[in-house]
Nanobody, 121 residues
Framework: QVQLVESGGGLVQAGGSLRLSCVAS????????WAWFRQAPGKQRELVAS???????YYPDAAKGRFTVSKDNTRNTVYLQMSALKPEDTAVYYC???????????????WGQGTQVTVSS
């Protein structure tokens, strides 16, 4: 009923920038949480940014000062602006959201399919 689709990944040189986008579609009543995670080969998936509706964004140390999450509620879209990229930022980046759909009081956690970000040295 609801899906997330990421875009914007690609290959970039170290020090460069990328902006990822994630669009939610479906029978959406409300989105109260967005997050970006990443997973590098052989590593666990880790949070890189999150934002609750009406609250400030949260960034772990690895992303603080370089990544910025923003959202467009009118488009059900979240963005991740990444700058000063490093080779260790190479990973598949996943969008995650908590969504309420029409006709249900249940909060649904939804994941996107992921988009590859590769940072060359």
């Amino acid at each position: 009923q609801v899906q997330l689709v990421e875009s914007g990944g690609g290959l970039v040189q170290a020090g460069g920038s990328l902006r990822l986008s994630c669009v939610a579609s479906g029978n959406i009543r409300e989105i109260d949480y967005w997050a970006w995670f990443r997973q590098a080969p052989g590593k666990q998936r880790e949070l890189v940014a999150s934002i609750f509706t009406g609250a400030s964004a949260y960034y772990p140390d690895a992303a603080k000062g370089r990544f910025t999450v923003s959202k467009d509620n009118t488009r059900n879209t979240v963005y991740l602006q990444m700058s000063a990229l490093k080779p260790e930022d190479t990973a598949v980046y996943y969008c995650n959201s908590h969504i309420f759909i029409w006709g249900s009081s249940t909060k649904h956690e939804v994941w996107g399919q992921g988009t590859q970000v590769t940072v060359s040295s």
